[in-house]
């Protein structure tokens, strides 16, 4: 089993293909269509902002690839942090349009006056909680926690969809799944335990998918 990482210029690429490998799966760093068509699942990381995201997976014509991998061929694919994000409508943070697979947007945190108010970025160890009964919540528990580094987070339009929630001021949503589209607001590869947790659900998820 192959996982692609969408190698867009602006991924954490190297610290994601490091823990896959160590749960013993092959990578492969890419924006080739033809290996990510033929990957067993695909990864779009995101370090930056969302403008900037959707400028580079437009100029490399990933954009249209993806969203024929995610759609058309259904195949398991997860966003990390603001690649993510890049699957929603839009962001606050930028004006340019998001790839749009599920019914969300990305809000910027902002605290009332009834909320304590905290610094943003969002950073360092956050606990999860309301587990969806799904696979990819699969070894979650009170203790399971995520490192995050956001300004940003989802608003999910279809509650149905959030598979974990996490808490900074407010309750957010810090991951949602529609079918084979995934989205996680933290990082996994900096997560140790949870997120290699985390990923090997993922492993698991792809590996029922993969043909044969």
Request: proline share 7%; net charge positive.
């Given at each position: 089993?192959?996982?692609?990482?969408v190698d867009y210029e602006c991924g954490n690429t190297g610290s994601i293909a490091n823990?896959?490998?160590h749960l013993g799966a092959n990578t492969k760093v890419t924006r080739d269509t033809s290996e990510l068509q033929s990957a067993s699942?695909?990864?779009?990381?995101?370090?930056?902002?969302f403008d900037t995201g959707i400028e580079k997976l437009t100029k490399f014509g990933l954009d249209k690839t993806l969203s024929t991998l995610?759609?058309?061929d259904r195949k398991?694919?997860?966003g990390v942090c603001l690649g993510a994000q890049l699957m929603t409508k839009s962001s606050e943070e930028g004006k340019k349009l998001g790839m749009g697979w599920i019914d969300a947007v990305t809000k910027r945190f902002r605290f009332n006056d009834n909320e304590h108010k905290l610094p943003v970025p969002h950073m360092g160890?956050?606990?999860?909680?309301?587990?969806?009964e799904d696979q990819m919540c699969d070894g979650f528990d009170?203790?399971?926690k995520f490192y995050f580094v956001h300004s940003y987070h989802f608003e999910i339009h279809n509650e149905d969809m959030t598979l974990i929630n996490s808490h900074y001021g407010y309750?957010?949503?810090?991951?949602?799944?529609?079918?084979?589209v995934i989205g996680v607001q933290f990082h996994p590869e900096k997560s140790h335990r949870h997120g290699m947790n985390l990923m090997k659900n993922f492993l698991t998820l792809c590996n029922e998918c993969s043909p044969g």
């Open positions: 089993m192959t996982i692609a990482i823990m896959l490998r699942g695909i990864i779009l990381p995101g370090v930056g902002s995610a759609h058309a398991p694919l997860l160890w956050s606990f999860v909680s309301s587990f969806a009170e203790f399971t309750s957010f949503p810090a991951a949602f799944r529609q079918g084979n």
